[in-house]
């Protein structure tokens, strides 16, 4: 064997299997997509272009640019109401993928658990694994509305567990946790001694008034807290690559030491296109999450009048996680025939872990046309197996 153990233990997503299989088949209406069909602001694009001319080319400090550091403080006091120290507290990274991963490495050892509530992004998994140290998931229920269960969490902990890691609002179920939910995570975190990785990536893409509110503010939990955000999502960035964390100082500056030997950092351009983006008009924005919002209730609705499924209306993100259980086929067969008979491409639920099962993701990042096209089509299908 050429490869390592750790490279071995990765698994490739099953979003990926999926993506390629619909690449055989012509025609697809594809609701799999994990980002912002949007393209980045006009304002943004410029920013970035501009610091390409300016000769803004280079290799940033290690943690990044901080004049961004600075903005991105600010904003988390905003937030959240806590103060983080730019120079030693907040690190840009190669999108919040980059910071996870920098985290987990700063914080794992071989065989230290981390607990992760599924379904959920399965990257998390991988990345834990590259740490060679060991995910522990605990499932959530649709009855409780995929609310982290902070009993379930409880029972998990061993001797070995070194972190929580959240991620509201949830990829893929919608869920949004509630104060009462982090509230009791935050004692449990305190009652162990761990550290809660909080994934905040989806946080403004958030519905019905809803005002996100992040575990780092509560009581106590500012100094066992890193918060993974990325401007991906949120501003249509993905292919910029640049994301962030906050934290505790020690965290921080030992992810800033790992990534100055595996990235050295974030794009500069990038760096200087996210400083508009958070500290320009919010405009574009809240006319994305007003689509997102739009394209969700028109899902919802189409959903609610097909037989056999139904869903929760999702609290936040652009997904849906829909139960597909009285169909009496499991998710992959579900997900192969939409595609084989409809040329639908949706995700199994069990690409986010084994209770995904009697699930499948769809994404409202993609126009109404084509979300009213493929559920329509998913109707046609879900008519003849009555
Ligand atoms: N966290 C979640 C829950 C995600 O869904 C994603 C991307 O799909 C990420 C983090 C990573 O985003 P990025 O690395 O683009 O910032």
């Known amino acids: 064997?050429?490869?390592?153990?750790?490279?071995?233990?990765?698994?490739?997503?099953?979003?990926?299997?999926?993506?390629?299989?619909?690449?055989?088949?012509?025609?697809?209406?594809?609701?799999?997509?994990?980002?912002?069909?949007?393209?980045?602001?006009?304002?943004?694009?410029?920013?970035?272009?501009?610091?390409?001319?300016?000769?803004?080319?280079?290799y940033s400090e290690n943690a990044g640019i901080l004049p961004l550091r600075m903005?991105?403080?600010?904003?988390?006091?905003?937030?959240?109401?806590?103060?983080?120290?730019?120079?030693?507290?907040?690190?840009?990274?190669i999108g919040a993928m980059g910071a996870l991963y920098l985290c987990m490495r700063a914080l794992l050892d071989p065989g230290d658990e981390v607990i992760i509530s599924t379904p959920c992004w399965t990257n998390y998994i991988q990345q834990v694994k590259m740490c060679g140290a060991?995910?522990?998931?605990?499932?959530?229920?649709?009855?409780?509305?995929?609310m982290v269960d902070v009993g379930k969490l409880q029972q998990a902990c061993t001797d070995r567990t070194k972190a929580i890691l959240l991620n509201s609002p949830?990829?893929?179920?919608?869920?949004?946790?509630?104060?009462?939910?982090?509230?009791?995570?935050?004692?449990?975190?305190?009652?162990?001694?761990?550290?809660?990785?909080?994934?905040e990536v989806y946080k403004h893409i958030l519905f019905d008034g809803l005002e996100y509110e992040s575990i780092a503010g509560l009581t106590g939990m500012r100094d066992r807290t890193v918060i993974f955000d990325s401007f991906s999502k949120t501003y249509a960035m993905t292919g910029w690559r640049v994301g962030y964390s906050a934290g505790p100082e020690d965290i921080i500056r030992n992810m800033t030491k790992l990534q100055e030997n595996v990235a050295a950092c974030a794009p500069?351009?990038?760096?200087?296109?996210?400083?508009?983006?958070?500290?320009?008009?919010?405009?574009?924005?809240?006319?994305?999450i007003a689509e997102y919002d739009s394209r969700r209730k028109l899902a919802c609705e189409l959903i609610g009048q097909m037989p056999l499924v139904s869903c929760l209306r999702p609290k936040g993100t652009f997904y849906i996680f829909m139960n597909i259980k009285q169909t009496g086929m499991t998710?992959?067969?579900?997900?192969?025939?939409?595609?084989?008979?409809?040329?639908?491409?949706?995700?199994?639920?069990?690409?986010?872990?084994?209770?995904?099962?009697?699930?499948?993701?769809?994404s409202c990042a993609s126009s109404k046309d084509n979300i009213v096209s493929g559920l329509n089509k998913m109707k046609e299908f879900l008519e003849c197996l009555q």
């Open 1 to 58: 064997m050429r490869v390592s153990s750790v490279a071995r233990s990765v698994v490739p997503s099953a979003i990926r299997k999926m993506f390629n299989k619909a690449l055989e088949y012509g025609n697809t209406i594809n609701l799999t997509i994990g980002e912002p069909d949007f393209i980045t602001g006009t304002n943004v694009m410029e920013a970035g272009s501009r610091a390409i001319f300016e000769g803004k080319t280079k």
């Open 134 to 146: 060991k995910p522990v998931l605990v499932p959530t229920d649709e009855q409780n509305e995929f």
């Open 268 to 288: 500069m351009p990038s760096q200087y296109a996210a400083l508009e983006a958070l500290k320009g008009s919010q405009e574009y924005k809240q006319q994305m």
């Open 331 to 362: 998710s992959e067969e579900f997900a192969y025939r939409l595609l084989e008979e409809k040329q639908v491409v949706v995700v199994p639920g069990t690409a986010f872990g084994d209770a995904g099962e009697g699930y499948i993701r769809l």
């Open 71 to 93: 903005e991105i403080s600010r904003y988390l006091e905003r937030e959240n109401g806590n103060r983080y120290d730019p120079e030693s507290q907040v690190i840009i990274t």
């Open 170 to 199: 949830s990829n893929p179920t919608g869920s949004v946790l509630d104060h009462g939910t982090l509230a009791a995570v935050a004692e449990l975190s305190n009652e162990k001694d761990l550290i809660v990785l909080s994934d």
